[in-house]
């Protein structure tokens, strides 16, 4: 019944990211999308791993995050959609970079480097599912626009990277296999 129902979502979804990704980035929003993303670290006994988070619309493991607020720094919007989309309180920290993509969904992403203060891992109806992983055993579902910002984050190198990302049918397709993959496994 599971995967019936996730399978039954997929037009909806879909068509909601279409919208997302190529009418409203173009038509209706005056600024660039800025999103700000947290590249959570910790020490444990399978040695460093980094949170993961998959979100309700496109499945695929990611760096939990979100959209800056008019208003707001970079680092207190991430501190809140940590907060909200996680339960997790973070310590904000180095800037990793900023990645500047076109094409689908035109966005910039600023990643930063995060250490938890406090709280308990929680899903939340934006974030259905929250692990860590072993920085050397990332998940197969892992989104392909996330493998540069995590290597810049786990590099030696303090200064912080600005990239230029374009985001074409190979980057959609790669998503598309993998939340096809994740919605047929979910339970």
């Not at 019936?4 to 909601?16: F, G, S």
């Not at 695929?60 to 989309?85: C, D, I, K, N, T």
């Not at 074409?168 to 994740?182: E, N, Y």
């Amino acid at each position: 019944m599971g995967r019936i129902r996730n399978l039954a979502a997929l037009p909806y979804a879909y068509l909601q990211t279409l919208y997302s990704g190529l009418v409203s980035a173009r038509l209706i929003e005056s600024s660039p999308l800025v999103v700000c993303q947290a590249l959570t670290l910790r020490e444990s006994g399978r040695g460093q791993e980094i949170l993961l988070s998959v979100r309700s619309d496109v499945r695929g493991w990611e760096l939990p995050g979100g959209r800056v607020e008019s208003g707001e720094q970079p680092f207190e919007a991430l501190a809140r959609e940590m907060r909200e989309e996680t339960g997790l309180d973070v310590e904000v920290g180095r800037h990793v970079g900023d990645y500047v993509r076109t094409g689908f969904r035109p966005h910039i992403a600023r990643v930063y480097v995060c250490q938890v203060r406090s709280g308990k891992e929680r899903p939340s109806s934006e974030t259905l599912e929250i692990r860590w992983f072993p920085v050397g055993d990332l998940p197969r579902e892992l989104l392909p626009w996330y493998h540069q910002p995590i290597a810049d984050g786990l590099s030696e190198s303090l200064d912080s990277k600005q990239r230029f990302e374009h985001q074409g049918m190979d980057a959609i397709w790669s998503a598309l296999k993998i939340d096809l993959r994740m919605r047929w496994h979910e339970r």
